[in-house]
């Protein structure tokens, strides 16, 4: 079992940043994919960016690409999102997710349902 905590959120203008933070409990962090998702008020959950266990792999949403950052360091059972250049429309309750399962091909890794774990999502507010 694996317990995610997310914190970093909170109210900033646009194009300013914020740095998100995943703390995971559990020994076999460093195993496990990781991936920020984020869901904003009337609309579905989407895909932001993921990062492999080992952080060689890097995947990101195209609407965050060039602004945002997935990295992790495994020796503090962390992964962060920084987020640079936040606009409005990036305004949603971003969570973290992990998965244990060995991802075969890169696009496994921006489906929702190939992750096993999920935080409680931390609210991200950009005002215009």
């Known amino acids: 079992q694996v317990q995610l905590v997310e914190s970093g959120g909170g109210l900033v203008q646009a194009g300013g940043s914020l740095r998100l933070s995943c703390a995971a409990s559990?020994?076999?962090?460093?195993?496990?994919?990781m991936g920020w998702f984020r869901q904003a008020p009337g609309k579905e959950r989407e895909f932001v960016a993921a990062?492999?266990?080992?952080?060689?792999?890097?995947y990101y949403a195209d609407s965050v690409k060039g602004r945002f950052t997935i990295s992790r360091d495994n020796a503090k059972n962390t992964v962060y999102l920084q987020m640079n250049s936040l606009k409005p429309e990036d305004t949603a309750v971003y969570v973290c997710?992990?998965?244990?399962?060995?991802?075969?091909?890169?696009?496994?890794?921006?489906?929702?349902?190939?992750?096993?774990?999920w935080g409680q999502g931390t609210q991200v507010t950009v005002s215009s």
């Open positions: 990062i492999s266990w080992s952080g060689g792999n890097l």
């Open positions: 997710a992990a998965s244990g399962r060995t991802f075969r091909r890169g696009s496994d890794y921006y489906r929702a349902q190939e992750y096993t774990y």
């Open positions: 559990g020994r076999t962090f460093s195993t496990y994919a």
